[in-house]
């Protein structure tokens, strides 16, 4: 089994910037995709980014949703196996519960149907 915790999110202005973890715990294996989901209001749950860990001796290769590039960073920190989104020049479109997710199989693993374990969301919410 595999346990997610999630921290961060908040209310922003326009513009700001917010920083969210997902702490992995349990049996994650050294080779997995993490992933950050997101759901705004009335709106099914959408991706945003993923990072494919190949294993502590392998670099770790990203990619984002079109809406973020260029604003959100997803890195991961494999002292904590701690996944990060860092999220910069937010707007109000960003606003949504985010959540963290993981699977360990290999693939690109871009919709929510893919992933096996899910941290519990966090709201994010960007005012105008």
Not at 10 to 37: D, E, H, K, N, P
Not at 100 to 105: I, T
Request: charged share 20%; aromatic share 10%; proline share 4%.
């Amino acid at each position: 089994q595999v346990q997610l915790v999630v921290s961060g999110g908040g209310l922003v202005q326009t513009g700001g910037s917010l920083r969210l973890s997902c702490g992995a715990s349990g049996r994650t294996g050294s080779r997995y995709t993490m992933a950050w989901f997101r759901q705004p209001p009335g709106k099914d749950r959408e991706f945003v980014a993923r990072l494919w860990s190949g294993g502590i001796w392998a670099n770790s290769s990203t990619n984002y949703a079109d809406s973020v590039k260029g604003r959100f960073t997803i890195t991961k920190d494999n002292a904590k196996n701690t996944v990060y989104l860092q999220m910069n020049s937010l707007k109000p479109e960003d606003t949504a519960v985010y959540y963290c997710a993981l699977d360990q199989r290999v693939g690109p693993r871009v919709r929510p149907e893919e992933y096996a374990y899910w941290g519990q969301g966090t709201q994010v919410t960007v005012s105008s």
